[in-house]
Structures are given as structure tokens and as C-alpha cells.
């Protein structure tokens, strides 16, 4: 049998490893879907296990861990996909950066007497270049869980832990078509994201063999913005089309074709503008030192401007101060 105060020397000496175990994987999981524009339902969630969790989950299996490496959910993270088909993007991500030691999909382990609307858990270590980072190498050999669900799937996980319902025998007779409803509802959203998701694919498909003046909506308006913008300005998953919408049509800016007509008076100048202004804001802040963000990095390439920027700055030149001062106030009002 295990010496349970060895082990649990073993864990307060390797506490801090593990922490910064779920603080390095988060940072790489945010930057890597980033990169693939992958919005998230909710940040990201990390936890280094309680002592007293550990002890309790190893009576409750009656396990006899040889050391603490043989736990491999001693550092938990949990990511929350959006939309149905993130999750396979997400499990592809995860694949290729990280050393996966174990995979299983929680739903097909369900019996048919079990509820579930399941997860995927991934036992994963640092990837072997870790070890030939300084600031890195310390992790190598630790694991940790990540569970990869839905918003959907998490809400049933949460409510069927509150409930303790995790078996059809574990519900009251009466009360287990409407617990089976629920969970075929939460199932079906998931559903009906994807269909939309597919349906409104074709819809921006559609927009480029339409008609020239179509109404703006936020899909007609992006669908004009990447075919006359420069795609280098485009900043994906932080364009607010919606926000842009509300300002045309505030000014009665309604088609694309009125949008297109002034896109094509003002949006040369307003494109040697942005490279001017690109050029100005990257000197300054290598001359002060200011700290490197996205913009001063988008700066340093040539841009200025979002695809919104661009927008509003040539709209601003079709209808001069009144767009201007509107502009002012909703910026104070928003403060």
C-alpha cells in the first residue's frame, strides 16, 4: 500500500509544478486558437486538485497510486467550445501540440442506462521541446486533464452533478422522461447551431452571385467589406460588424450599393491614410518604448486601420462633421 504521507509530501513539494503546469497550457491553447479564430463559449477554466479531493477520489475508486504521476487529472483544464464543430478543430489543436497519452469520448462510454451528453478528456504531458526551455523544462514529465466540451454539454454536466443524476436508476421513476427531455434538448441545440451554422454558409455564398445593392445586414456587410477591403487590415473574430451596421443605418446607409458608391470616392485616400498613420504610430512607440501589442505589430506591417476602421473613416469622409460628432458621443456614451 501507498504511504499516504509520502504521497502527500509529494504533492505540496510539486503543488507550484502543477500550477504553472495549467497557467503555460492555457497561454498556449488562448494563442493557438486565436490563430484559428476559434471563439470559446466561456474563458477557459484550470484547477490544481485539492488534497482532500485526491484522497477522496482515491477511496471512493479504491485505487493505490504508486506516486503522484500515476494521477493524471492532478491539473484539470476545461475548455468550453461554442459550436459543435470547434470541438473537432479544437481536438486537432490539441493533437498536434501537446503529447497525448490518453483520449476517451465520454459519451460512447455511457451504457444505455446512464444519461450522458458527454465530453472529450485528453490525458496530456508538455510536448518534448518543452524540455529544451529554460523557463519550461521544469514541467516535463507531469500530466494533466483537459475536458473539451460544448456549451451545451456543459451545462448538462453541471446540472445532472447537482442533481447526482448520473444513471437512470439514480432518478425518480416519475420523473425520468421529463430529465430525458432536457437532455435531448440541450443535445438538439448543439443541432440546430450546426444547421444554422451550415445554412448561414450559404447564405455569404449566395452574396457574391447576388444582386450588386442588396440590404445591409451584418453578413451583406462583411461579405462587401472582404471583397473591397484589404484583407491585411481584416482582424478576424474582433470586426464588429453589428456595431458598424447601427452607424450606417443611423445615416440612412442601407444598401451595399449606397456603401459601395462611397467606398469608391473615398477609400484610396483613405487607404494611403492608413499607411501614413501606420508608419507615425509605429515610430512612436518604438521611440518611447512602449510596450509590443497587436497593434503596434500590425503597425510595424503596414496596417492601421480594421476593416470597421476603414469603414468609419470613409463614411467620415462622405458625410463629414456630423458622422464625426456622432462618433464622439457614442464614444463618451459608452464611458
Known amino acids: 500500500m501507498t504511504n499516504r504521507d509520502d504521497l502527500q509530501l509529494e504533492y505540496e513539494s510539486n503543488a507550484e509544478r502543477y500550477r504553472a503546469l495549467c497557467s503555460e497550457v492555457l497561454e498556449q491553447i488562448d494563442v493557438l486558437l486565436r490563430e484559428e479564430g476559434i471563439t470559446l463559449a466561456s474563458p477557459c477554466e484550470h484547477r490544481v486538485k485539492k488534497w482532500t479531493s485526491i484522497i477522496e477520489k482515491i477511496e471512493r475508486n479504491q485505487s493505490d497510486p504508486r506516486s503522484l504521476s500515476d494521477i493524471r487529472d492532478v491539473a484539470g483544464i476545461r475548455i468550453i467550445a461554442l459550436f459543435r464543430r470547434d470541438v473537432d478543430r479544437i481536438e486537432k489543436i490539441i493533437e498536434a501540440n501537446f503529447d497525448v497519452t490518453q483520449k476517451e469520448d465520454a459519451f460512447a462510454r455511457l451504457t444505455e442506462n446512464q444519461f450522458g451528453y458527454g465530453s472529450i478528456h485528453y490525458e496530456v504531458m508538455p510536448p518534448p521541446g518543452w524540455s529544451k526551455i529554460p523557463t519550461l523544462k521544469n514541467l516535463s514529465g507531469l500530466h494533466a486533464e483537459i475536458q473539451l466540451r460544448t456549451g451545451s454539454q456543459h451545462i448538462w454536466a453541471a446540472a445532472s452533478h447537482s442533481l447526482q443524476y448520473k444513471r437512470e436508476t439514480h432518478v425518480p421513476p416519475p420523473l425520468r422522461r421529463s430529465i430525458s427531455r432536457v437532455a435531448a434538448l440541450l443535445e438538439t441545440v448543439d443541432l440546430e447551431f450546426e444547421r444554422f451554422l451550415v445554412e448561414r454558409e450559404q447564405y455569404a455564398g449566395q452574396l457574391s452571385k447576388g444582386a450588386s445593392d442588396q440590404s445591409l445586414d451584418t453578413e451583406s456587410l462583411k461579405a462587401l467589406f472582404d471583397a473591397s477591403l484589404p484583407a491585411r487590415n481584416r ?4 470586426e464588429d460588424y453589428a456595431d458598424v451596421l447601427d452607424d450606417l443605418t443611423h445615416f440612412n446607409i442601407q444598401t451595399t450599393g449606397q456603401l459601395h458608391q462611397i467606398f469608391e470616392k473615398h477609400l484610396e485616400a483613405v487607404l494611403k491614410e492608413d499607411h501614413v498613420r501606420a508608419e507615425d504610430y509605429a515610430k512612436i512607440t518604438t ?23 476603414l469603414c468609419r473613416t470613409v463614411v467620415k469622409k462622405e458625410l463629414g462633421e456630423p458622422f464625426g460628432l456622432y462618433l464622439q458621443k457614442k464614444r463618451y456614451d459608452k464611458k
Open 235 to 238: 482582424v478576424d473574430g474582433k
Open 287 to 309: 521611440d518611447h518604448g512602449t510596450p509590443i501589442d497587436d497593434g503596434i505589430l500590425r503597425a510595424r506591417s503596414g496596417v492601421f486601420f480594421t476593416h470597421t476602421g
